[in-house]
Structures are given as C-alpha cells and as structure tokens.
C-alpha cells in the first residue's frame, strides 16, 4: 500500500500504520492505556507551556520515510517545527515519541518502530511498560537505559528543566 492510499482509508474505528507498504490494523486502545496516555499527556504539556518550548500531540500520524506512518500515543515537536503541523500526517518525526506497551504488542515490531522513529529524525523515544511500571529511553546517539518507578526521567536538549518521577507518567 502506498501512502497516498493510506491517507484514503476509511475511517473503521481503528487505529492504523503503514510499514513499508504494509497496513497494521490496531483496534482501539484499552482503558490503562489509556489512562497512561493522558497522565503523559498531561505532565508533558505542562512542562511544554511552561517552557514555550513546543506543542505536545496525542494519537497522530507522522510520515517516517517512504511507505511509513506510525502513530504515536504522545509526541513533542518543538516549537521551530510546529509550522510543519497540518489536517494530514506530519511529514517529519516528532522530536519526542512516546509508545505505551499494550499486551497485544509484539517485540519485533516495537523494535522496529523504535528504529524507524531514531532513523527519521526523533531525537528521543519512550517506550513505557504499564505492567513493570518502567520507561525505556532510545536516544538518537545510541543511549539507551531503562528507567523505574522511582526513577527521575527528562529530556533535556527537548525541554530544559523538565523532570518527572517516572511513576506520575503512569498516574
């Protein structure tokens, strides 16, 4: 499938992504998932306006490379880039992914998903675990770790002076 027939598709109730041409059809999400949506949402918004630093989205589309669009659960651009932000897919990667596990996921495709995001530009990618209650954090420059509970993350080249326990993402 070719990305300008993704962009055609009718809309089912469900959530789509194009992966190199492939369609993945995902049905809505459940409700931890989405409480942990807008507990991110929610902490990264403020810590967004507080800085003027950009503008945080939630369950939207971005055109990775040729044949992809992922969409993320929470994603930061920057302020320099919002121009960029339209009715369609966003022809860039968010500065900042966010992907909330859910039990239907499968570890080769959030792998590759991680890879596509690092690949088109995203600076860094959150994966949480709602189940262990951690954060891992891909950086485009090759760090990685994993962040528990307890644990304070932030993303400093994104949005200075932004902290957060990791357990209030989960809140």
Known sequence: MTVAEFEKLPDDGNRHELDEGEL?????TGLRHGRVM?????????AAKET???EVL???GFRLAAGVVRATDVAFV???RRVGITEK???????LAVEILSPEDNAARVQSKIRQYLAAGTSIVWVLDPDSVTVSVYE?????????????IDAPALLTGFSAR??????
């Open 58 to 60: 939630t369950d939207c």
């Open 38 to 46: 807008r507990a991110v949402t929610v902490v990264l918004d403020r």
């Open 166 to 171: 990791v357990r209030t993402l989960f809140e």
């Open 52 to 54: 003027g630093s950009g």
């Open 140 to 152: 485009k420059s090759g760090v990685f770790r994993t962040l528990n509970a307890e644990d304070s």
């Open 89 to 95: 897919f966003g022809d860039f990667a968010p500065d």
């Open 78 to 80: 920057r302020e320099e």
């Open 24 to 28: 993945i059809v995902m049905p809505p």
